[in-house]
């Protein structure tokens, strides 16, 4: 099995204090792959690093190395522009720019230096299909994003990260504020989805990782606990931890 | 003494009513009798023609335009200087010891007097630049002056842009310079645009720094180094020197009018980026 992301004893602090304490995992090419862990755990600092995103924070030190295809992300070499192409990101919240639900799709693609509008449309159109949002907006792509629901407004912006044509897609619980139906919705493209590309989902819903994910990792205090075929670690978990996390026991 | 709340909030709601009619107030008398002292002198001759006699008869055309170029050159100068330098403060630097001395002077140069900023205009490009009283001078020392203006309320303006949305453009691979130009600035453009309008308002009513630097020549002004004579410069030498207080207060309906006028136009083109953008 092809291996997309290769996370090498990486430690990362906040000031002084140490908020990933050496971890190494391996997330797999079009699988998806969950990562959860209760409120500190390291998981979501765990995804800032891959797509770069952690640059903006302050007096952050990181060590280790993380690998794309082979090549250390960390190692300075790598363009972190360049990088957030090949690696899109869905938030907890969703953001729509203030512009239209069209120009919020658009806004990848343009930086990416396409003009051409019917290109333009055909991204617009198929990266909406593929975040199951085509249907209800395909009569108002040029209303104000911010007058769709949230549920939508979180499809809008899976749409968005999909219109840049990424290789991996992060989603830091990406489902956190949203009702049944929503989440449902964001879960089908997402199985859908990773056929064409890697998927990793941060997710405090232990019922969502066992239902989507191939493998499922599970983080405590800064360190990766367990980690395999989500089957696998939902049905006979190897370490008493996970086993406590996932029955509710704590987190 | 213990008062009834239910009094006390009539009673409050009566004083606040009052404080705001009051206020307002105050501007409608303004107006209305500038209206009523100005409004009979105003016909097209008036706006078109050149003033003859020092103002005495014919038109204020010369000042109309006089003000006009004032006006529209300080502000193209000092716009992109003031906003270039309230997106460097916010978006291209730290907090640092620097940034502090910078906010500290657009500060203090806020709140000096306009007659230092003329004085200054008069020694350093009257005289020492040789610019002599021209519409340059004017230009230069009316950019300065608007400058701290435009930074703050651009800066307050960009301070406001949520970092969400930076941070989700940085997310679809833009750089800085995008995320600045393409979601930054729009969302921060009504309230660039109100600091742009407050310092129009300022120039447009500008004296004491106008009479030092572009002097008061009461003439159509053709090229950057030619002397002139704004509108409010007009309307305070006509009252001043006791020439026309009928053409004084014309001129004066016109400013105020010509000030409602840009503010309808602004509101316009803020209302377009809003939709553009929301």
Redesign the interface.
């Known amino acids: 099995m092809d291996i997309k992301i290769r996370v090498e004893n990486l430690r990362v602090s906040y000031g002084s204090s140490e908020i990933l304490k050496g971890v190494t995992i391996d997330v797999h090419t079009h699988m998806i792959t969950g990562f959860m862990g209760p409120a500190g755990s390291g998981k979501s600092s765990l995804i800032s690093i891959i797509?770069r995103?952690i640059d903006?924070e302050d007096d952050v030190t990181i060590h280790g190395s993380v690998y794309i295809d082979g090549n250390n992300i960390l190692d300075g070499t790598v363009d972190e522009?360049?990088l957030?192409?090949r690696v899109?990101?869905v938030?907890a919240?969703p953001?729509p720019?203030?512009?239209s639900v069209y120009e919020n799709i658009a806004?990848?693609p343009r930086?990416?230096g396409i003009r051409n509008r019917t290109e333009l449309n055909t991204i617009v159109e198929e990266s909406l299909k593929k975040a199951f949002l085509w249907d209800e907006v395909k009569d108002r792509l040029h209303i104000?994003a911010?007058k769709l629901s949230g549920g939508q407004q979180q499809r809008l912006?899976l749409a968005?990260?999909l219109a840049?044509k990424p290789e991996i897609i992060l989603l830091d619980e990406p489902c956190s504020g949203l009702d049944p139906i929503s989440t449902a919705k964001i879960e089908e493209a997402l199985n859908e989805l990773k056929k064409e590309f890697t998927i990793v989902l941060v997710s405090n819903n232990t019922k969502q990782i066992a239902r989507i994910t191939d493998y499922a990792a599970f983080f405590y205090m800064g360190e990766l606990i367990e980690y395999g075929p989500t089957e696998k670690v939902f049905t006979n978990p190897s370490e008493k931890k996970t086993e406590d996390y996932i029955q509710g026991k704590f987190g | 003494m213990i008062i009834n709340p239910r009094i006390t909030d009539k009673l409050a709601r009566i004083i606040l009513n009052a404080q705001a009619f009051f206020t307002v107030g105050i501007l409608v008398v303004i107006v209305v009798i500038i209206f009523f002292k100005g409004a009979p002198h105003i016909n097209l001759e008036f706006i078109l023609a050149a003033p003859e006699d020092m103002g005495r008869h014919g038109g204020i055309f010369f000042t109309i335009i006089g003000t006009i170029l004032l006006v529209l050159l300080s502000i193209l100068l000092a716009t992109p200087l003031g906003v270039g330098t309230a997106i460097f403060l916010t978006e291209y630097t730290k907090e640092t010891r620097f940034t502090k001395i910078i906010r500290f002077g657009v500060e203090s140069l806020a709140g000096i007097p306009s007659i230092l900023y003329g004085l200054f205009g008069f020694i350093f490009f009257v005289i020492k630049l040789r610019m002599g009283w021209s519409l340059l001078a004017g230009v230069l020392t009316m950019a300065i002056m608007i400058l701290p203006t435009i930074i703050r309320t651009s800066e307050e303006a960009i301070k406001a842009v949520p970092r969400?949305?930076r941070?989700?453009?940085?997310?679809?691979?833009?750089?800085k310079w995008?995320t600045v130009t393409?979601?930054v600035l729009?969302?921060a453009a009504p309230g660039i645009l109100t600091g742009i309008m407050l310092s129009i308002g300022r120039a447009v009513g500008e004296t004491a720094a106008i009479i030092f630097t572009m002097g008061s020549s009461l003439r159509l002004p053709l090229s950057l180094m030619d002397s002139g004579r704004t509108m409010a410069v007009h309307f305070y030498i006509l009252a001043r020197e006791g020439i026309s207080m009928e053409k004084a207060y014309a001129t004066a309906l016109i400013l105020v009018l010509s000030i409602l006028c840009i503010n309808i136009l602004a509101y316009y083109i803020m209302n377009r980026v809003i939709a553009?953008?929301?």
């Open positions: 797509n995103m903006f522009i360049h957030r192409r899109g990101t938030f919240v953001i720019l203030p512009r806004y990848g930086l990416q104000s911010l912006c968005r990260t840049t | 969400n949305l941070i989700v453009s940085y997310s679809l691979s833009a750089t995008e393409k979601v729009p969302s553009k953008y929301s």
